[in-house]
Nanobody, 125 residues
Framework: EVQLVESGGGLVQAGGSLRLSCAASGFTFDDYAIGWFHQAPGKEREGVLCISSSDGSTYYADSVKGRFTISSDNAKNTVYLQMNSLKPEDTAVYYC??????????????????WGQGTLVTVSS
């Protein structure tokens, strides 16, 4: 089966850092675009950033520009989300997801067909 598994979430103080991992099985990341999304209780799922396998382009939500970075290790079939300068408003469940490369820039959850189970990030004041 095609699967994505996130890891690396936890509790961190504001201003701290975490690195999330997204490991794929059943397919290879270099054939897809991989995005990260987050969802807080009572709120809609929002796009955070995405990396496209077609040309390596990356796309970021305004709220994380300059703080978060996405990278990939295709040999390990893994994508990473480096989260720096974390803020309490970053608290959410974070998901990785896969879509066609041409849809990466939209950061729209409805275009992503394969999803991980999520990992919780909690940022304290």
């Amino acid at each position: 089966e095609v699967q994505l598994v996130e890891s690396g979430g936890g509790l961190v103080q504001a201003g701290g850092s975490l690195r999330l991992s997204c490991a794929a099985s059943g397919f290879t990341f270099d054939d897809y675009a991989i995005g990260w999304f987050h969802q807080a209780p009572g709120k809609e799922r929002e796009g955070v950033l995405c990396i496209s396998s077609s040309d390596g382009s990356t796309y970021y939500a305004d709220s994380v520009k300059g703080r978060f970075t996405i990278s990939s290790d295709n040999a390990k079939n893994t994508v990473y989300l480096q989260m720096n300068s974390l803020k309490p408003e970053d608290t959410a469940v974070y998901y990785c997801a896969a879509t066609s490369p041409g849809l990466c820039s939209r950061l729209y959850s409805g275009y992503f067909e394969v999803w991980g189970q999520g990992t919780l990030v909690t940022v304290s004041s």
